[in-house]
C-alpha cells in the first residue's frame, strides 16, 4: 500500500520557521522525484519545491527561493521542507508528491502518488 504522509505544519507567526516532513511507504523513494506542492484557500494548487533523485539538483518557485530548502533521505524514505521566515501567502495545505517520470518537475500532472496535506497557517 502506497502512502505519503506528511507532518509538521501548524500556526506560526509571520517570520518563524516550520519543518515539513513527508514519510513514505508502499516504494522506495530513491527511484522517484520528490516534490512538495500547496494550495491556498480559492487558489490552484502550485509547485513550491522538487528534488531530483539523489538531492543532488533541486528547484523552487521564486517566491520561496532563498527562504525554504527541500532535502531528501533516501535510506529513510523521508522527504523534509525547511520553511524559514514564513509570509502570510504562505498560508495554504502543503502536500507532498512522488514521480517516477522524467518530465517537467514544476508540473502537477507529473506526479503518480500525492500524500493528504498538512496545514501551514502563518499569522501577523
Known amino acids: 500500500q502506497v502512502e505519503l504522509v506528511e507532518s509538521g505544519g501548524g500556526l506560526v507567526q509571520a517570520g518563524g520557521s516550520l519543518r515539513l516532513s513527508c514519510a513514505v511507504s508502499g516504494f522506495t523513494i530513491e527511484n522517484y522525484r520528490m516534490a512538495w506542492f500547496r494550495q491556498a484557500p480559492g487558489k490552484e494548487r502550485e509547485f513550491v519545491a522538487g528534488?531530483?533523485?539523489?538531492?543532488?539538483?533541486?528547484y523552487y518557485r521564486d517566491s520561496v527561493k532563498g527562504r525554504f530548502t527541500i532535502s531528501r533521505d533516501n535510506d529513510k524514505n523521508v522527504v523534509a521542507l525547511q520553511m524559514n521566515n514564513l509570509k502570510l501567502e504562505d498560508t495554504a495545505i502543503y502536500y507532498c508528491?512522488?514521480?517516477?517520470?522524467?518530465?517537467?518537475?514544476?508540473?502537477?500532472?507529473?506526479?503518480?502518488?500525492w500524500g493528504q496535506g498538512t496545514q501551514v497557517t502563518v499569522s501577523s
Open positions: 528534488v531530483e533523485w539523489t538531492g543532488r539538483y533541486t
Open positions: 508528491a512522488a514521480t517516477s517520470g522524467y518530465g517537467y518537475i514544476k508540473s502537477m500532472s507529473e506526479y503518480n502518488y
